[in-house]
């Protein structure tokens, strides 16, 4: 079956290390997102990509980095940089075409200790 | 620049009962407008959207939604509700830099008791 697989489901990371989360996708999707959610606040972007090896800052980006050397996958690195990381990062694909429609992976819990 | 506004941040209803999620927005282009549902711990599933044409749209699970221009609202409704429909419901926008850059509302979590 097609779809977005995101590992790892739940990570714990000390202060001051960098973590990678993963999102891998089957769909032949050229576009793909990182949104990250906080409680109470919806979903912010934090970075896209359109196409291989190109890649646009979103909203919040700040704090972390990613790459696009593949069309299946597009990983997140949280950086020490971000002051707070401790969220529900959710992974999205889409076609490039803008009719809005994101097919997400389940996401993936980062607890900062 | 795009926003939207989710009226309540919990609801609450009857099992039977009807269901209202309320959503406005602003957008300084004509808006495609959309319904995400998340169930916990889990990644969003679109539930309908409005691009152009009919302004009621019919999405999955008994959904809808009527898009009311002179109101910038995009309210959500279900006739009667199930047990299986506590979720979180989120409403986006997409943002006006185009492709699929969604902005989406701060979430309504929805409550069904017997």
């Known amino acids: 079956d097609g779809g977005i697989t995101q590992s790892p489901k739940y990570l714990f990371r000390k202060e001051g290390q960098n973590v990678t989360l993963s999102c891998e996708q089957n769909?032949?999707?050229?576009?793909m997102y990182w949104y990250r959610q906080d409680p109470g606040q919806g979903l912010r972007l934090i970075y896209y990509?359109?196409?291989?090896?190109?890649?646009q800052k979103g909203d919040i980006a700040e704090g972390y980095s990613v790459s696009r050397e593949k069309k299946e996958s597009f990983p997140l690195t949280v950086t020490s940089a971000q002051k707070n990381p401790t969220a529900f990062y959710l992974c999205?694909?889409?076609?490039?075409?803008?009719?809005?429609?994101?097919?997400f992976g389940e996401g993936s819990r980062l607890t900062v200790l | 620049a795009q926003s939207v506004t989710q009226l309540g941040s919990h609801v609450s209803v009857s099992e039977g009962a009807l269901v209202l999620l309320r959503c406005n927005y602003s957008?300084?282009?004509?808006?495609?407008l959309f319904w995400y549902v998340q169930y916990p711990n889990q990644g969003l599933q679109l539930l309908l959207k409005?691009?152009?044409?009919?302004?009621l749209v019919k999405g999955i699970n008994g959904f809808e939604a009527e898009f009311k221009k002179s109101e910038t609202s995009f309210h959500l409704t279900k006739p009667s509700a199930h047990m299986s429909d506590a979720a979180e419901y989120f409403c986006?926008?997409?943002?006006?830099?185009?492709?699929?850059?969604?902005?989406f509302g701060a979430g309504t979590r929805l409550a069904v008791h017997p």
């Open positions: 999205a694909s889409s076609r490039a075409s803008g009719t809005g429609e994101l097919f």
């Open positions: 769909l032949n999707h050229d576009a």
């Open positions: 990509s359109q196409i291989v090896n190109d890649f």
């Open positions: 957008s300084s282009v004509p808006p495609y």
């Open positions: 409005y691009t152009t044409g009919a302004t």
């Open positions: 986006a926008v997409i943002h006006s830099g185009g492709y699929n850059k969604l902005i």
